[in-house]
């Protein structure tokens, strides 16, 4: 999990704001494919105590409909959230059922990485030469929304202007994984996932759009769309 917190912050808009760049950062490590320190994190139970943390910290009720028993849960052999991340995520006869890049469920998927680099390249932000993910993959997106709200943090903290920092997240999330992400939800759902993926995509999917109502609710609709309402959804593992 990220080591990054709200703590070195003092006004309390800038440690909101610092506190869902902490659940962005967190939530793009756990859609990398698993690894041993992973499991480990599941199985003592670091992973949920860390992820329930950080949620409350934005909004308790982020953390009311979870199934933090499915987040517990890293199978029974060593290999189980490896098989099952390659099966939803990476592998499949004509592609993965479950896929993590953005632009293969809507458009042109060019077009789509496009309009990503744009926003990226607007603040100062390029891809490596033999970037781990693609532009329209979950885990740069994520990063992405991480970078922004960090930077709205240190804005609010030293009395600068956070407005574009806010309509960026805004646009961004509205345009890419907000778009997609329930998209993604629903298909997982459809797999009869291992308990803690279904869990985990749940837990992302309210938490964007929570965090899509709040940043609507701070910077205005986004221009050209109709204003979003969050409300906590039940957990898909009962």
Same mark, same amino acid.
């Given at each position: 999990?990220?080591?990054?917190?709200?703590?070195?912050?003092?006004?309390?808009?800038?440690?909101? /704001?610092?506190?869902?760049?902490?659940?962005?950062?967190?939530? /793009?490590?756990?859609?990398?494919?698993?690894?041993?320190?992973?499991?480990?994190? &599941?199985? *003592?139970?670091?992973?949920?105590?860390?992820?329930?943390?950080?949620? !409350?910290?934005?909004?308790?009720?982020?953390?009311?409909?979870? *199934?933090?028993?499915?987040?517990?849960?890293? +199978?029974?052999?060593?290999?189980?959230?490896?098989?099952?991340?390659?099966?939803?995520?990476?592998?499949?006869?004509?592609?993965?059922?479950?896929?993590?890049?953005?632009?293969?469920?809507?458009?042109?998927?060019?077009?789509? %990485?496009?309009?990503?680099?744009? @926003?990226? *390249?607007? @603040?100062?932000?390029?891809?490596?030469?033999?970037?781990?993910?693609?532009?329209?993959?979950? &885990?740069?997106?994520?990063?992405?929304?991480?970078?922004?709200?960090?930077?709205?943090? *240190? /804005?609010?903290?030293?009395?600068?202007?956070?407005?574009?920092? !806010?309509?960026?997240?805004?646009?961004?999330?509205?345009?890419?994984? +907000?778009?997609?992400?329930?998209?993604?939800?629903?298909?997982? +759902?459809?797999?009869?996932? %291992?308990? @803690? @993926?279904?869990?985990?995509?749940? !837990?992302?999917?309210?938490?964007?759009?929570?965090?899509?109502?709040?940043?609507?609710?701070?910077?205005?609709?986004?221009?050209?769309?109709?204003?979003?309402?969050?409300?906590?959804?039940?957990?898909?593992?009962?």
């Amino acid at each position: 999990m990220s080591d990054s917190t709200a703590q070195e912050f003092f006004q309390p808009e800038a440690r909101a /704001a610092a506190a869902r760049s902490h659940a962005y950062a967190a939530l /793009a490590q756990l859609f990398a494919y698993p690894d041993v320190e992973l499991r480990e994190d &599941i199985q *003592n139970g670091a992973l949920e105590t860390a992820l329930r943390t950080i949620l !409350r910290d934005i909004d308790p009720a982020l953390v009311e409909p979870a *199934n933090w028993s499915a987040l517990g849960d890293a +199978g029974v052999e060593p290999d189980d959230l490896a098989v099952e991340y390659t099966r939803l995520f990476d592998a499949g006869t004509g592609g993965p059922p479950c896929p993590l890049h953005g632009g293969l469920y809507a458009g042109t998927r060019m077009k789509t %990485m496009e309009e990503a680099v744009r @926003f990226y *390249n607007h @603040f100062g932000l390029t891809l490596a030469d033999e970037p781990r993910e693609l532009p329209d993959h979950l &885990i740069t997106q994520l990063e992405f929304m991480h970078f922004l709200a960090f930077r709205e943090a *240190n /804005a609010l903290e030293s009395g600068e202007d956070s407005k574009p920092f !806010r309509c960026a997240q805004r646009d961004f999330l509205s345009r890419h994984p +907000g778009r997609w992400v329930p998209e993604l939800r629903s298909r997982v +759902g459809s797999q009869e996932p %291992m308990p @803690f @993926f279904g869990e985990l995509v749940a !837990r992302l999917g309210d938490f964007l759009a929570h965090d899509q109502a709040h940043l609507i609710a701070l910077a205005g609709p986004v221009p050209g769309e109709s204003t979003t309402t969050w409300s906590p959804q039940p957990s898909s593992q009962a």
